[in-house]
Structure formats: C-alpha cells, structure tokens
Antibody, heavy 122, light 107 residues
Framework: DVQLVESGGGLVQPGGSLRLSCAAS????????MTWVRQAPGKVVEWVAN????????YYVESVKGRFTISRDNAQKSLYLQMDSLRVEDTAVYYC???????????????WGQGTLVTVSS | EIVLTQSPATLSLSPGDRATLSCRAS??????LAWYQQKPGQAPRLLIY???NRAAGIPARFSGSGSGTDFTLTINSLEPEDFAVYYC?????????FGPGTKVEIK
C-alpha cells in the first residue's frame, strides 16, 4: 500500500527555520513527481512546491520562493521541505503528496500524507 | 497566473438531493482540472481528474464536466458521507492553485 508519512512540524519563531520530511513507501518513489501542499487553519488548500522524480526540476509558489527549498533522496525514499525565514502566514498543516501521470499530459495528486502542523509564532 | 473561483461558497442540501458545484478559471486550463473532497481533520481526496474522469474507487454518483474555463462537479443523490468541502485544482500551468472551495452542508 502507498504510504506517505510527514514529520518535522512544530512551533518556531518568525524568522526561524524548519525542515519537514516525508517518508514514502509502497511505490517506486523515484518515478514520481512529489509535491508539498499546505492548508492554514480553517483556510483553503495551497500548492507550495513540487519536484520531478529525478530531482532535476522544481517549482514554487511565489510566496515561498527564495525561502523554501524542496528536495528529495530517492535512495531513502524521502521528500523534504527546508523552510527558512519563516513568517506567521506560513502557519499551516503541510501535506506530502504523490503526483501521478494519468496519460493525458497532466499530473494529479492521488495520495496524500496525514500532514504535519507548522506554527510560526513568537 | 491562473485564478480559480468556485460557486456557490456554501450549498445547503438534503440527503438524496443532487449537488451542482461550479469552478471557473481566469484563463483556459484545457481539461487539466481536478476535483478534491475534504472532510474535517482529513487530507483532501482526489475525486475527478482531467475534468471528467473518476479516480480509482470513486462512486459513480460523482461526475465532472467542462473544459477551458468552466467546470462542473455533480453529485447525484447525496449520501450522508458526501457532506464536505470540495476544491477544484488546475494542473495546466505553474503555479498550481486550488479554488477557494464549496462547502456542501446538510440542510
């Protein structure tokens, strides 16, 4: 069975850093784009960043560019999100998502982890 | 940057009713649109991909239609477990925004 388990969330002060991890199992990790999606409490879902299977391409939402870095270790079947210069507005549950190619030219997030909560507060 | 809008914000219906949810894109996303369902305390679940294809394990009462800028999610004969928030999500161009959601609540 496909499993995605996030870890690394917690309370951090504004301006601080945090590194999220996602442990993947049950599928050929290196063959899939992977994505981080976040959701602030009571708010809408926001796509944050994604990375190609071999790590050769990555994309970010404008609000995190230059502050967040997505990466992966295919040998360890792990996805990461390094978050620096954190802001109060980065407070959210962060989900690790597997993107699957459905043969039409587009990828869609078909498996999601349970999420890890990041709270940025002084 | 593509912006998605959803209407209505809230839909109050009874079990057995039909729900019709709308998603509009600020520019064409062709058919690269998905619908997700989210229940409280849970991650979103993929329902529909490529505008009209049901994901694995999704009941036939869920159907999607549309292309370009206008899309519809229809839920025929609402079951108690269908009361949730529904998001559309475009996968045509980066960044990849979600819509603001439609809450389907029990009337």
């Amino acid at each position: 069975d496909v499993q995605l388990v996030e870890s690394g969330g917690g309370l951090v002060q504004p301006g601080g850093s945090l590194r999220l991890s996602c442990a993947a199992s049950g599928f050929a990790f290196n063959n899939y784009w992977m994505t981080w999606v976040r959701q602030a409490p009571g708010k809408v879902v926001e796509w944050v960043a994604n990375i190609k299977g071999d790590g050769s391409a990555e994309y970010y939402v404008e609000s995190v560019k230059g502050r967040f870095t997505i990466s992966r270790d295919n040998a360890q079947k792990s996805l990461y999100l390094q978050m620096d210069s954190l802001r109060v507005e980065d407070t959210a549950v962060y989900y690790c998502v597997r993107d699957t190619y459905y043969g039409s030219g587009s990828y869609y997030g078909d498996y999601w982890g349970q999420g890890t909560l990041v709270t940025v507060s002084s | 940057e593509i912006v998605l809008t959803q209407s209505p914000a809230t839909l109050s219906l009874s079990p057995g009713d039909r729900a019709t949810l709308s998603c509009r894109a600020s520019q064409s996303v062709r058919s690269s649109l998905a619908w997700y369902q989210q229940k409280p305390g849970q991650a979103p679940r993929l329902l529909i991909y490529d505008a009209s294809n049901r994901a694995a394990g999704i009941p036939a009462r869920f159907s999607g239609s549309g292309s370009g800028t206008d899309f519809t999610l229809t839920i025929n004969s609402l079951e108690p477990e269908d009361f949730a928030v529904y998001y559309c999500h475009q996968r045509y161009s980066w960044p990849l925004p979600f819509g603001p959601g439609t809450k389907v609540e029990i009337k």
